[in-house]
């Protein structure tokens, strides 16, 4: 698994954009293509979940989706996927009540991002739950994996990219926006 410090692989994932429910509207393709050299100039708030149409991976997408306005005012990009196609994205979000127009990119990663980090669960074949803070540089600042049964928490997400961006000591506990060392 890469971690602290390596660089961000090369890749390329299927996106649904945000907003969208169908693979058209008004004459737009739901899908981009996103790789590494993506959103320049932006951190990447990168996260995995197992699969989708499950119980637990919709909670999380939620919660970053509520946090999704504060990601973007520290220039920071939130992608979330799984080994699952673009059109099980598109097919989730018109299910499920609280994924409708969902505010972020859902990426479909065919393997070459899952993989390149190393994030892949041996036995179930899903990408375990994993969240990468990648700065503008492509470098990664944060690592965080859970098993595929506990959800993680947004908000500490947010709360350690607030952390990054100071470039100061941040204290245990520090909250969003608070006094550094």
């Known amino acids: 698994m890469l971690t602290v410090g390596d660089k961000l692989p090369e890749f390329s994932v299927v996106a649904a954009k945000p907003g969208f429910n169908m693979p058209e509207e008004n004459g737009d393709s739901a899908f981009e293509t996103i790789t590494n050299d ?12 197992p699969k989708d149409f499950t119980f637990v991976c919709p909670t999380e997408i939620v919660e970053f989706a509520k946090l999704n306005e504060e990601f973007a005012d520290r220039d920071a990009v ?13 097919a989730w979000r018109r299910e499920h009540p609280d994924l409708k127009s969902l505010n972020q990119y859902s990426f479909a990663d065919n393997g070459s991002l899952v993989d390149g980090l190393g994030v892949r669960d041996q036995v179930e074949n899903v990408a375990l739950r994993a969240t990468f803070v990648v700065d503008p540089h492509g470098v990664i600042q944060h690592v965080s994996v859970n098993n595929l049964n506990v959800g993680r928490n947004p908000t500490e997400i947010l709360r350690i990219l607030d952390g990054l ?11 969003v926006g608070g006094d550094t060392l």
């Open 38 to 49: 993506s959103f320049e100039g932006k951190w990447k708030i990168i996260f995995f979940y």
């Open 78 to 90: 939130v992608l979330g996927g799984s080994t699952d196609n673009e059109f099980v994205k598109l």
């Open 165 to 175: 961006q100071t470039d100061e000591l941040c204290p245990c506990n520090r909250a």
